[in-house]
DNA sequence: CATTTCACCTGGTGGC
DNA sequence: TGCCACCAGGTGAAAT
């Protein structure tokens, strides 16, 4: 489900729910793949700590946690694990986080449930198990931080230099989460195709002005998702269990064979970077 | 170093 | 109905 709309999308829900509330209790489940730190230290770390507040950087869902307040669990503690801390959660290709009450059935492949001072549930569920959870403790661990810029911010300079001399497909080089954090598949397709850019171009060919119509349609193509929730594809949901609409608005992701809503051409399909990779032959150059 | 390919997982869909 | 091939929002390790 999530590229950088959807990650938006979930993290406010979230935050909006659940923040200020204590985590009382933690559940994780046995797969190995979710934990990037192992489970039972991110349960000993989150019990009794708050959620503070929740956010988005990249792809990555950032929970800010309050220092381990609570004395005895405190004294148990060594001395560096006792501060602030951030669970880092990324969602990979088929994750929810979701705000439950504790009788709501507990979906197939939920893999953490963190009972809440109010009785809720944080729940974390991910089919593929391609979405990852990791604890910080800022003590001892360099706050999150994503390795490439935030589209929604970038300059126009900057933004031309992340490409200047690379060979890759610019189609590669949007996908690469250390130039740019947040666009997947959906997102790189639907900007390109707003910019008039064939997703097979050379990155390091693109002309200065292609590289600013490139830029400005990715970030308004991205804030026009967030507004409308995401794209949900076909299970993708926020915090609150609904469903996004942007996927009304998809120009080409997905629409192989489909008339080009501009020129009725027909909508291509390829293989780029193991990537399904939808274009318009005639608006694209 | 830059770039490409592939493995990691489960589930849904469409063809036969 | 069943079986099978193929496809799906991501990424990180290994190969080139």
């Given at each position: 489900m999530p590229e950088l709309p959807e990650v938006e999308t979930v993290a406010r829900s979230v935050d909006r729910r659940v923040r200020g509330q204590r985590i009382v209790e933690v559940w994780f489940g046995s797969h190995r793949e979710p934990f990037k730190t192992p489970p039972a230290q991110q349960a000993r770390a989150l019990e009794g700590r708050?959620?503070?507040?929740?956010?988005?950087?990249?792809?990555?869902?950032?929970?800010?946690?309050?220092?381990?307040?609570?004395?005895?669990?405190?004294?148990?503690?060594?001395?560096?694990?006792?501060?602030?801390?951030?669970?880092?959660?990324?969602?990979?290709?088929?994750?929810?986080?979701?705000?439950?009450?504790?009788?709501?059935?507990?979906?197939?492949?939920?893999?953490?449930?963190?009972?809440?001072?109010?009785?809720?549930?944080?729940?974390?569920?991910?089919?593929?198990?391609?979405?990852?959870?990791?604890?910080?403790?800022?003590?001892?661990?360099?706050?999150?931080?994503?390795?490439?810029?935030?589209?929604?911010?970038i300059g126009a300079a900057e933004f031309a230099a992340l490409f200047?001399?690379?060979?890759?497909?610019?189609?590669?080089?949007?996908?690469?989460?250390?130039?740019?954090?947040?666009?997947?598949?959906?997102?790189?397709?639907?900007?390109?195709?707003?910019?008039?850019?064939?997703?097979?171009?050379?990155?390091?060919?693109?002309?200065?002005?292609?590289?600013?119509?490139?830029?400005?349609?990715?970030?308004?193509?991205?804030q026009n998702s967030i507004q409308a929730g995401g794209s949900s594809v076909s299970d993708y949901v926020d915090a609150d269990g609904v469903k996004g609409f942007y996927q009304l608005d998809h120009c080409v992701y997905l629409r192989g064979g489909q008339p080009c809503r501009s020129c009725q051409s027909a909508i291509r399909r390829i293989l780029l970077a193991g990537r399904g990779t939808h274009y318009c032959p005639q608006c694209q150059k």
């Open positions: 708050e959620l503070l507040s929740i956010h988005r950087t990249g792809k990555h869902i950032v929970c800010e946690l309050s220092a381990a307040l609570d004395e005895g669990t405190r004294k148990s503690m060594r001395r560096e694990a006792a501060g602030a801390a951030q669970w880092i959660v990324h969602l990979g290709m088929t994750g929810r986080l979701l705000v439950s009450h504790p009788d709501n059935p507990v979906a197939a492949h939920t893999h953490a449930r963190l009972r809440l001072g109010d009785g809720r549930e944080l729940r974390f569920v991910d089919p593929r198990r391609f979405g990852r959870l990791e604890l910080r403790l800022l003590d001892r661990d360099e706050p999150f931080t994503a390795a490439g810029a935030e589209p929604l911010t200047r001399g690379r060979k890759l497909a610019i189609k590669a080089a949007l996908l690469n989460q250390s130039l740019l954090t947040g666009v997947g598949n959906i997102y790189a397709d639907e900007s390109l195709f707003h910019a008039g850019i064939r997703p097979t171009r050379a990155a390091g060919r693109l002309t200065r002005a292609e590289l600013e119509r490139l830029r400005v349609a990715l970030r308004s193509v991205l």
